[in-house]
Nanobody
Framework: QVQLVESGGGLVQAGASLRLSCVAS????????MGWYRQAPGKQRELVAA???????YYADSVKGRVTISRDNAKKTVYLQMNTLKPEDTAVYYC?????????????WGQGTQVTVSS
């Protein structure tokens, strides 16, 4: 079993940057896809960015060009670098490990980290 712990959220002003981290413990990390999801109040959870075990990445249109996902397999950590943050980025951000090497089928979730962007 794997456990995921996110960190790096906070309250920032529009235009600022944040880097979220998700550290995994437990089973093998490198063979699984990883994703960052977010859920804003009253909205469904959505996939923001994902990275496959081979390093291929995906970005939602709403964040493309402002966000970069990366992984460090030696540290069992996945990062989400967010730049030029907007108030609409406000949400709880969750890290998830996919059940395979790609994304779209999350199996394990972290507890979430709050990101609040003020205008």
């Amino acid at each position: 079993q794997v456990q995921l712990v996110e960190s790096g959220g906070g309250l920032v002003q529009a235009g600022a940057s944040l880097r979220l981290s998700c550290v995994a413990s437990g089973r093998t990390f490198r063979g699984y896809g990883m994703g960052w999801y977010r859920q804003a109040p009253g909205k469904q959870r959505e996939l923001v960015a994902a990275i496959s075990s081979g390093g291929r990445s995906y970005y939602a249109d709403s964040v493309k060009g402002r966000v970069t996902i990366s992984r460090d397999n030696a540290k069992k950590t996945v990062y989400l670098q967010m730049n030029t943050l907007k108030p609409e980025d406000t949400a709880v951000y969750y890290c998830a490990q996919d059940q395979a090497g790609t994304w779209g089928n999350p199996g394990t979730w972290g507890q979430g980290t709050q990101v609040t962007v003020s205008s």
